[in-house]
């Protein structure tokens, strides 16, 4: 009769250490990882959905100010000399601001909160400072200052391929440009590549 219970209680702890294993398992594949936000986050995924009341009358209650990351001087930054470039000072950010046309500057007020038309920039979501390019832009200005400050220029290592007015480009062709190159001109078929250099043929 002992060897019976014996058995029986063997196969009953062996079951149970197997059930606890299993449930435990089930629970770690079940539970939820901690949401990290990451930058792509839309806003409304960052705030609870269970939001409790808060007691003002608490004595524990203290509200800390947010940690803000310090704005970029654009003034400073303006005026300060670069000791790699033969050009002296960077034109002011009056002559700047003269030359910028007034519906393009309200155009990139009205759609970057955090645009700076003293040297034409806007903070982006991931913290760079970015120049704000609209379509009151004017090409040509843009053509013109760049041939006054010839310091500015980089060459490309590589040749490019010379431009060619090409009249029967398909539409998908130019969509598909368009999507690729934010730089894309359709009436020459060409873009300016990041690196700087010149205009690149789209192929």
Known sequence: MKAVLALV?????????????????????????????????????????DAQPVDKAAPALERVAAAQPPAPDAAA?????????????????????ARLPAAH??????????????????????????????PYLDNSADAGQAAQQPDEVSYDEGGAAPLVATADLSDDHVQS???RYRSYRPDDNSYQPYSGGPRRQCE
């Open 177 to 179: 440009c368009f999507n």
């Open 9 to 49: 209680a063997g196969f009953v702890l062996t079951l149970a250490v197997f059930a606890s294993g299993l449930a435990f398992a089930a629970w770690l594949i079940l539970a939820k990882p901690v949401h990290q936000a990451r930058p792509t986050d839309s806003v409304s995924q960052l705030w609870t959905k």
């Open 77 to 97: 930054r303006v005026q300060s000399v670069d000791p790699t470039k033969t050009a002296a000072v960077a034109p002011g950010a009056d002559e700047q601001q």
């Open 105 to 134: 500057v309200s155009w990139c007020a009205d759609r970057y909160r955090s645009y700076n038309p003293d040297d034409n920039s806007y903070m982006s979501y991931s913290g760079q400072q970015r120049p704000c390019v609209s």
